[in-house]
């Protein structure tokens, strides 16, 4: 859901006054899952600071949400650990240090130096990290640490990632052999900036009779950046090889704008289109560069808590225009796990001498999601 997050703060603390210490409201959840979606570390992490000034809990109620629905930006709330200790609204620090059992000393008249606050030599409410000593308040959640990758080889890390990967074999022995493959990778991740990254491989290939009948690989990646309201912005690209098309690769590029129609608990419907290029190299011909207007939907809707049933359309408009209809129906199994029905129509309208223009294919797949 793509809000400004201004005015939804402003709204949430006049629903939510601070009155006692309590779960983070469904408000400020909200707000910190859009900050997810359209703020960089640094942003995410101030309006972090702002619900953590007018929300009971304080920092704690913050970090134990975002440990619950965003863990990837834990790591963001580590400038924390080197900040004072969380404090409740309307609460003197000395009523604070009572209840949590821990004597204080505020040193008020130190020259050239901030106010400083000692606490007794137990050790209670600290933990120990090779960075030093964090302060850890009674209830609140610590965070895991990540051991990160060094350098810029830490934007790889799996824990920045989320996807799914999907496999599927289909043997066939007797009156017909015939063998089927199908794998797939699909992958996701923010950027700096409020980019979003998303992308996806796979590969289908079916042998009958010794007869290679289904070949094809396909590799695409896109960027989307919102910007006002529903609306977005992507540069997109794909890279298709089909042994059965008639075509050596087909190449992909555009940008064009993205718009969010629907977007709440059980319905998603993003449409898109804009200008791009198409470079088509057909089998034992010279390649040639046209250019296209790509059109697309990607339709989710969840039939229940356990399964989903999508729809994607792409239509490159042009010379030699194709379309491709996607239909899948995804039931979990388990919390990582479940089994997917695929459905894939792909039309031609200017085909290849001796091809089919229309091609379909049915597969059956397990799928991991991480």
């Known amino acids: 859901m793509r809000v400004r997050l201004t005015p939804l703060l402003g709204a949430a603390v006049m629903l939510c006054p ?46 134990a949400a975002v440990a619950e629905l965003l863990p990837r930006r834990l790591d963001v709330l580590r400038a924390w650990d080197q900040t004072a200790r969380d404090t409740v609204p309307l609460e003197p620090e000395i009523v604070q240090a009572a209840r949590r059992g821990t004597p204080q000393v505020t040193i008020v008249d130190a020259p050239d130096t901030d106010d400083e606050t000692v606490a007794a030599p137990s050790g209670a409410g600290t933990t120990e990290h090779d960075s030093g000593t964090d302060t850890v308040e009674p209830g609140e959640v610590e965070a895991p640490r990540t051991a990160h990758w060094p350098g810029r080889m830490d934007w790889l890390h799996p824990y920045h990632w989320d996807g799914r990967a999907k496999a599927g074999l289909a043997v066939d022995s007797g009156n017909t052999d015939q063998t089927n493959y199908s794998m797939a990778l699909e992958v996701s991740r923010p950027l700096n900036g409020g980019w979003g990254f998303d992308g996806k491989t796979e590969y289908f290939y079916t042998e009958s009779d010794g007869n290679v009948t289904r070949d094809r690989w396909l590799v695409e990646a896109r960027g989307e950046r919102p910007t006002v309201d529903a609306w977005s912005f992507y540069l997109g690209s794909s890279y298709e090889q089909d042994r059965m098309s008639g075509f050596d690769y087909t190449a992909v590029l555009s940008a064009g704008a993205t718009l969010h129609a629907l977007d709440d608990d059980r319905t998603s419907w993003v449409l898109r289109a804009g200008p791009g290029a198409r470079h088509r190299v057909p089998t034992d011909e010279g390649g040639v560069t046209q250019w296209v207007l790509e059109l697309g939907s990607v339709y989710d809707f969840a039939v229940t ?57 049915l597969d059956f797949s397990i799928v991991h999601e991480f």
């Open 18 to 63: 601070s009155t006692a210490h309590a779960e983070l409201s469904r408000e400020y959840r909200a707000l910190l899952a859009a900050a997810d979606v359209r703020q960089d570390d640094e942003e995410f992490l101030a309006t972090a600071d702002l619900i953590a000034t007018v929300t009971p809990g304080g920092r704690s109620d913050v970090r």
């Open 305 to 361: 808590e356990t399964a989903q049933f999508s729809s994607e359309t792409t239509l490159l408009a042009g010379p030699a225009s194709r379309a491709e209809q996607r239909f899948k129906l995804t039931t979990a199994i388990s919390e990582d796990w479940g089994l997917e029905l695929g459905y894939r129509v792909k039309h031609e309208f200017d085909a290849q001498p001796g091809r089919e223009e229309t091609d379909s294919r």
